[in-house]
């Protein structure tokens, strides 16, 4: 019950978050997100910067760019946009920290059934990509080029690309099987298969 | 040349991957290393390869202290780097380059090796993969990528390859092709494998690791293939029904169920 409130909370916090355009009430909602936090604070604070800084990073760069050329920039806009984006990863990491998303989710089958797979997934693709930058130290005799991450990246999202299309029609091949669709007409219902 | 003190780790969840591990390696040894699927032998090579640090114990190649903190030294890092290698279990992971050319050439290139072409071609030879020089690296099959990794690593001519599972996802053909070219090689090998049946092929000297995580032999393989207690206490050794035109019986086998 208690993860379910939180969620009910955090899902409320966010609708909120993205209809207010005060400065000053974003603000406060963050400081009172940050009194949540409590002792994590600080941890989640720097994740959640950690999250969305090259993301959010890219967009300012790139407003501020064309705001100035166009000579319509505005400095309270951008900082709106920075605290939502930032309350907004605040919030979801606040979150992840203080539920369990599987007790929470428990009330629907079919909820618990997406979340079942996108965590197993997850937890796949965060050990691949572990795996992936220790292979690319470890062949790495002195500190790699800039070309050479460039090749490293796009290696590996093709590779990653490629397991997550095919491991999408295993798995929906999977659940067919074991009777998850009963009807075929449905959206992810058994597959065609030109192999 | 590498020497485990008192060893444990533990993933960041706390799941406990080695207890209290200590062994020695000596230079030319050929030493397979054993355990059922999770007792940590992965975990063990990448501590080996330096890319893992344990919360207690110590690790020491060539008398250095390998730690996060010694490796950043620049003449360590590259010395080491270029003396120890590890084939990963997947060798997706270890192929990013544009060709199987450039592939090879990559650690040469870093180590600014003289003749970076020769050796390519030396050692594509070697491998067979001639042919294969100006492909895409992904666009092989599983076999040839396991060639593509291993040519990647030997033409760094380092003195320990780590090898995790390198007959995993291997066809019959490439395994045997592995297996002589592990033994014709000469330098220090650390192969992790479940697979008894190939065990004696790819060493003497055998480490095993228990389900709890603790070295609990040492020594020639030939004495542990002999302790079937210890073999089913390690979970290699299994037992199942056979049923031979009516005749059902049981008994222990070795061979891999992977």
Known sequence: MRDRVWLAVYLVAVISATMVHDLRILAAFLLVAAIVGGRETLAIARRAGQAVLFFHAVVAISYTALGLFQGNFSASFLALLTLRVFLLAFLTFLLQRRINLFRALAFSQTLAYVLTLAYSQAMTFRRLLGEFRMALRSRSVRRPRIADLYRHGAATATFLLGKALHDSVEITQAMASRGFFSDSREPGGPVDDAD | ?258
Not at chain 2, 140 to 158: H, I, M, T
């Open chain 2, 1 to 258: 040349m590498m020497r485990i003190e008192g060893l444990t780790f533990a993933y960041p969840e706390e799941k406990l991957a080695l207890s209290d591990v200590s062994f020695e390696i000596r230079a030319g040894e050929k030493i397979v290393l054993l355990g059922a699927n999770g007792c940590g032998k992965s975990t063990l090579l990448k501590i080996l390869n330096g890319l893992i640090f344990p919360r207690s114990g110590k690790y020491l190649f060539r008398d250095h202290r390998i730690t996060k903190r010694t490796l950043k030294g620049r003449g360590l890092h590259r010395d080491f780097r270029s003396s120890v290698v590890l084939l990963f279990q997947r060798p997706d992971a270890m192929l990013f380059n544009p060709t199987v050319y450039d592939e090879i050439a990559f650690g040469p290139r870093q180590l600014g090796m003289d003749g970076v072409e020769q050796r390519v071609a030396d050692w594509s030879e070697e491998f067979g993969l001639t042919d294969l020089l100006r492909r895409e690296p992904f666009s092989l099959s599983g076999g040839e990528k396991q060639k593509v990794c291993l040519a990647s690593l030997l033409a760094l001519e380092p003195d320990v390859l780590l090898l995790d599972e390198p007959t995993a996802n291997l066809d019959p053909r490439t395994t045997g092709w592995l297996v002589d070219l592990l033994q014709d090689l000469t330098l220090t090998t650390v192969v992790a494998t479940h697979n008894l049946s190939l065990a004696a092929e790819l060493g003497e000297r055998t480490l095993l690791l228990s389900e709890d995580h603790r070295l609990t032999y040492d020594g020639p393989l030939t004495h542990l293939l002999g302790d079937r207690e210890r073999l089913l206490e390690a979970n290699l050794l299994h037992r199942h029904r056979h049923r031979h035109e009516g005749l059902e019986h049981r008994h222990y086998h070795t061979h891999d169920w992977s």
